[in-house]
């Protein structure tokens, strides 16, 4: 297969699914340590045959780092043992109209399963997309992120399209290029620090709104900052570091 040519669906599918579980490893990355550990033609028989030595050697070790359960998890996506369903209980948008919800910010969620924040920015499942008040919080948009594998296109450019209205970006994870992306996209990105249900990251969220929010939040929600004022929300709205 030439480089910018898409794999078959299959195996797309099975990529996509094991870069999800690896923190900091888009579809695109993997596929080139697997074209490293295998050759090309990317097969089912190859990567029924790969092992966690195969994925921790190839490309030069850059999947090194990674731990062992971690990866073990990404090669039973690779070798289709992974049959969860990745949509199992979204909830359905609702619907949304312009200036429904006053001062009200939008905000983007990195998700695999469920209603849960518990993606990577370049390899999750989907953005779910929230209208945010400091009295209400309205789910209005699932967004598919890009599913075919090119070595050749540039994922962070696709998926902060997909974003490009939202004001904020919570992520488990994302890398320096892709976080300096989304920021130049006037997006704040927002790393936590492990898995957890949206709800609750949005009553957080609802709390720093509700009280003295940072002064470029403020200003979002048309609110006036009050500088001599200490933000409630540093903790929460801490802008994701380069190595993030």
């Known amino acids: 297969m ?3 040519q898409p794999l078959p669906d299959c195996i797309a599918l099975r990529v996509g699914l094991a870069a999800r579980s690896l923190p ?3 579809s695109r990355q993997l596929l080139r340590v697997l074209l490293a550990a295998v050759g090309e033609p990317l097969t089912e028989d190859k990567l029924a045959g790969l092992t966690v030595k195969d994925l921790k050697t190839a490309a030069d070790g850059a999947l090194g780092e990674i731990d062992g359960p971690t ?3 990404a090669l039973s996506c690779l070798k289709g043992e992974d049959g969860i369903d990745a949509a199992v209980a979204i909830p359905d948008p609702q619907p949304y109209h ?6 009200s910010i939008r905000v983007a969620c990195a998700s695999n399963r469920g209603e849960r924040l518990d993606g990577h920015f370049g390899s999750c499942a989907r953005f779910l997309i929230y209208q945010v ?4 919080a309205r789910l209005i948009a699932i967004r598919p992120a890009p599913t075919v594998v090119r070595l050749t296109v540039d994922h962070s450019a696709e998926r902060v399209a997909l974003i490009g209205d939202c004001d904020l970006l919570c992520v488990l994870s994302i890398g320096g290029p892709a976080a300096a992306r989304v920021v130049n996209s006037s997006i704040h990105p927002i790393k936590r620090p492990q898995a957890e249900d949206i709800p609750v990251l949005l009553a957080e969220l609802q709390q720093v709104l509700a009280g003295e929010p940072p002064p470029w939040l403020a200003r979002i929600i048309g609110r006036t900052p009050n500088a001599s004022t200490v ?3 540093d903790s929460l709205l801490a802008e994701t570091g380069e190595n993030s």
């Open 2 to 4: 030439s480089a910018d």
């Open 24 to 26: 900091d490893i888009d």
């Open 71 to 73: 990866l073990r998890q």
């Open 98 to 103: 312009e200036g429904d919800l006053p001062n």
């Open 133 to 136: 008040s400091a009295t209400a």
């Open 231 to 233: 933000s409630t929300g």
